[in-house]
């Protein structure tokens, strides 16, 4: 996929980088019957009050159902488009079962329409295949990784990202993430082989303002700007550098630990991720 820089006739078009749609989007619109409405909450909690500042408007979306879990094993899958979803970054493609049923997957990257895929143990290792972490080849890219058996894929799921399996131990496979951690995770829990697609989803720059409020963000308010009763940063005369970053809340921003000492899944990182 590549990606559209624009000449500047305008303030908003001068650093606009968007996608190219033509030739990597096949259908413009969803399957029906694996859609649903999505509500927008604005911000507010269940009494109408602003608990979340920052949010509201935005363009008005569908929730596609992705299907994380891929555990139609042995019964072979063509992929009938690839679409669009507003979402998430990553693309996704739609499967027509031979069984006669149809399911959204994360698209990969190197997926065509028409392709045939397969998921389960018997399944071959091969690009948009789902297989449990024991019988993939150990150094293949893979992605949309599931954390416990049966509970759906958690990991490497955004445009671009993968892991990589390093190696085996016992009842566990050794997983590089996209973060640099390095961690357990059971070899029973399945993946999907391959790079997930849109990797150029990070050179997309929205060149204006706008484009954030079509995707729900309101203008945002620096801690520095405010007065010191409304924000730990905020007062002083002239422009002041704020003191340490640190939240409204009074909590520091940067290098403060925020994971539990003793957090049972711990014992399962080996090499915790890259800062």
Partial sequence: MAVRKFKPTTPGQRHKVIGVFKGTITATTPEKSLTTGKRSTGGRNSSGHLSTRYRGGGHKRKLRLVDFKRTNDNVPATVKSIEYDPNRSARIALLYYADGSKAYIIAPNGLEVGQVLMSGPEAAPEVGNTLPLAKIPVGTLIHCIELKPGQGASMARSAGTFAQLTSREGDY???????????????????????????????????????????????????????????????????????????????????????????????YIIERRKK
């Fill in 173 to 267: 496979a050794i997983i590089k993430l996209p973060s640099g951690e390095t961690r357990k995770v059971l070899l029973t829990c399945r993946a999907t082989v391959g790079v997930v697609g849109n990797s150029d989803h990070a050179l997309e720059q929205s060149g204006k303002a706008g484009r954030s409020r079509w995707l729900g963000r309101r203008p945002h308010n620096r801690g520095v700007v405010m007065n010191p009763v409304d924000h730990p940063m905020g007062g002083g005369e002239g422009r002041q550098s704020g003191g340490h970053p640190r939240s409204r809340t009074g909590l520091y921003a940067k290098g403060l630990k925020t994971r539990a000492p003793k957090k049972h899944s711990s014992k």
